[in-house]
């Protein structure tokens, strides 16, 4: 099947909740490589939505899901399933959490996150139920998350919001004590807002919201679906922040391709009880050796430390850019989630188009930024390689 085929299908049959694809269906990946229907090679700086951690056809992992998919691929959660005990055990014995559930998204890890929010408080007796987000954060599309999302775009054709979630400014930890009633059980943040363009929250508020949480006595809940896995060049961003969550929750990085979520607590926030939550698929076999995989290699292949030093090498190229280039407003960002915003936001997607003809894959964020999260295993050679290219593109547009 050619472009224009797989196009015009598209057309037809697919709901088409995006705005528009762009013209090009790749079909073989290798390292940090993507080739297309025509075979032309595109270095990839958006790993589908920073989620393919290893890169494309990574051995490790190719092997991993050849041989659940050759063997046991999926039993339920009626059974013990090994691999689902492997991932739970190495997840905590890398974080803060002493409890694992696993989810199929992010989405659905950040629900399962808020209902064991508030059943922690119904174990007590009381009714505590409310979430409070911030402004511009983006927590998923299920109607819940579209509720915890601080973002009306996202929200307006789908009113009434469900209850029980309100949306306070970042940074404002005044306004977030005030917000605070005898209904609150949570606090749920991302430490980088990712969807809302690449925007990190200052280390000193969100030390400040984990002390009102504890002494509020509600649970705070981090949002490290795009954080976690390495992404910012620690195993979750909530190490660089210097605090300890009592909730959190993953998606995709950690299956590097394979759709997983997570939710990690500590036992203290563990409240669920039989019943009170469960899945068909989440924590299938086929999934959680994917994920034991990804989050190995990442340790095995010291990939923490290429994020560290490559992150901070594109960050310093980007900079430059910002230098030469008038059209750039701002870098920002840590590891490997780097953004540039320009001063004309609607010269975005120009760009992203011309990257995409000189064979750069690259994406935007929150229609205010070009944001870069390669594979971790992307290299300097690599970056210098956007960089010339960027740069070339930069020049077309001031
Ligand atoms: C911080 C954050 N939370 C939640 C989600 C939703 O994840 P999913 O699209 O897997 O449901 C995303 C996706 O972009 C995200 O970036």
Redesign the pocket.
Known sequence: MNLEQIKKIDKDHFMGVYSSRLPVCFVDGEGCYLYDTNGKKYLDVFAG?AVNTLGYNHPKLTKAICDKASSVMHTSNYFYVKEQAMLEELLCSLSFADKVFFAN????A?EGAVKLARKFFKNKGENKYKVITLDNS????TLAMVAATGQKKYQKAYTPLTAGFLNVPADDIDLLEKSIDDETCAVMI?LIQ??GGIVPMSKSYVKAVRKLCNDKNILLII?E??TGIGRTGTMFGYESYGITPDIITL??GLGGGVPI?AILATDYASAFKPGDHGTTFGGNALACSAAYTVVSTILDENLLQNVVDTGAYLEKQLSSLQEKHDCISDVRGLGLMLAIALKDSSKLSYVVEKMLEEGFVIGTAGGVVLRFVPPLIFSTTQVDDLISTLDMILEEIK
């Open positions: 939505i998204s992010g989405s659905e950040n983006f927590h998923g599309r991302e990712g969807e949002d679906i795009q998606a995709k979520g």
